[in-house]
Nanobody, 125 residues
Framework: VQLQAYGGGLVQAGSSLRLSCAAS????????MGWFRQAPGKEREFVTA????????YYADSVKGRFTISRDNGKNTVYLQMNSLKPEDTAVYYC???????????????????WGQGTLVTVSS
């Protein structure tokens, strides 16, 4: 499956932004989907993940209550709604797809089989 993340940009602190991840090649309904981010000079870190049906979601503590992941399997797209953005949210955001079984460690990069190219989010103070 090919993943294309888009929707990044430059925003002020406190603003909102919605990222999208469009998939092609295969239906994303077969995959657990996740978002990761990588700030300059830092390791890629887990942000959030969503189960195949959308019934279960997981969030990093740093974004809990501010970010919301959702998916539309009919449109083969996953979304990341980001509210109350902070300068520390500045990073390249990547979407990823995993074929691993339910119960896997969704916060681990190694669980994911496919990655998009990333979209840059810059939050100014």
């Amino acid at each position: 499956v090919q993943l294309q993340a888009y929707g990044g940009g430059l925003v002020q602190a406190g603003s909102s932004l919605r990222l999208s991840c469009a998939a092609s090649g295969r239906t994303i309904s077969k995959y657990f989907m996740g978002w990761f981010r990588q700030a300059p000079g830092k390791e890629r870190e887990f942000v959030t993940a969503i189960s195949r049906s959308g019934g279960s979601t997981y969030y990093a503590d740093s974004v809990k209550g501010r970010f919301t992941i959702s998916r539309d399997n009919g449109k083969n797209t996953v979304y990341l709604q980001m509210n109350s953005l902070k300068p520390e949210d500045t990073a390249v955001y990547y979407c990823a797809a995993s074929g691993a079984p339910f119960g896997s460690t969704w916060s681990s990069k190694e669980v994911y089989d496919y990655w998009g190219q990333g979209t840059l989010v810059t939050v100014s103070s």
